[in-house]
């Protein structure tokens, strides 16, 4: 079952780009039909259909940051923990260069006086150790920017998303009072396609705090 289930992960990212496209093209040709039978869907111009879609994109993605920014907090305390262990053992090689004064330093300062050392060094003391600790602090140091950027991106993509939809709210009842369907479904599908694409981002939060592979 385990070998199954592992075959199939590898068979979707070897071709993702493959699914990628299909999922692209089959919301443009949803979004092409709900745009071609709009009246047919929103019956008597019912504007219970907006209300809800609109509210419900508010409430969602308003969770879905609470929810994911203390999922990237957590993650990124893990990444300061593990970082720090990494420069308390470093600082027994570093101080054979450095002296005394590493016992003060950051693990930010402490890959940086690693990176000084391995392209300084006048000696073997211990510069393996040295490589070994200043590459996995380099690790968790990208790890750390690449979560808070794609944090970042999936909250202001969002932000936009829910003032969108919460200046629908009212305008889409003024402007099916004024016989306005057409354009009122119109931006309700850009919300929703906002929706998405931020959805897509908040795929690629978990995958960075969790570690999949897979980003659509």
């Known amino acids: 079952m385990a070998s199954i289930k592992d075959g199939l992960y590898n068979y979707i990212l070897q071709n993702k780009k493959f699914y990628t496209i299909a999922i692209y093209l089959i919301l443009a040709l949803v979004s092409f039909y709900i745009f071609c039978n709009y009246q047919k869907i929103i019956l008597g111009n019912d504007i219970n259909v907006f209300y809800y879609t609109f509210s419900t994109i508010v409430q969602g993605f308003l969770a879905l940051i609470g929810f994911l920014g203390a999922l990237s907090v957590y993650k990124l305390q893990l990444i300061e923990t593990e970082a720090t262990k990494v420069a308390v053992g470093l600082e027994e090689s570093v101080t054979l260069y450095k002296g005394s004064t590493v016992n003060s330093y950051s693990w930010i300062e402490m890959m940086n006086q690693c990176g000084f050392i391995l392209q300084n060094k006048e000696s073997n003391w211990q510069v393996d150790k040295i490589k070994a600790g200043y590459e996995k602090l380099c690790k968790l140091r990208d790890d750390k920017n690449s979560i808070r950027n794609t944090m970042l991106d999936f909250s202001i993509v969002s932000i936009i998303n829910i003032i969108f939809a919460?200046?629908?709210?009212?305008?889409?009842?003024?402007?099916?009072?004024?016989?306005l369907l057409l354009l009122s479904t119109i931006l309700l599908l850009v919300n929703i396609l906002l929706s998405l694409f931020s959805a897509k981002n908040a795929i690629n939060v978990i995958r960075k705090c969790l570690g999949y592979g897979f980003t659509i």
Do not use: A, E
Request: avoid cysteine.
């Open 166 to 179: 919460l200046i629908m709210l009212p305008l889409s009842k003024i402007l099916i009072s004024n016989n």
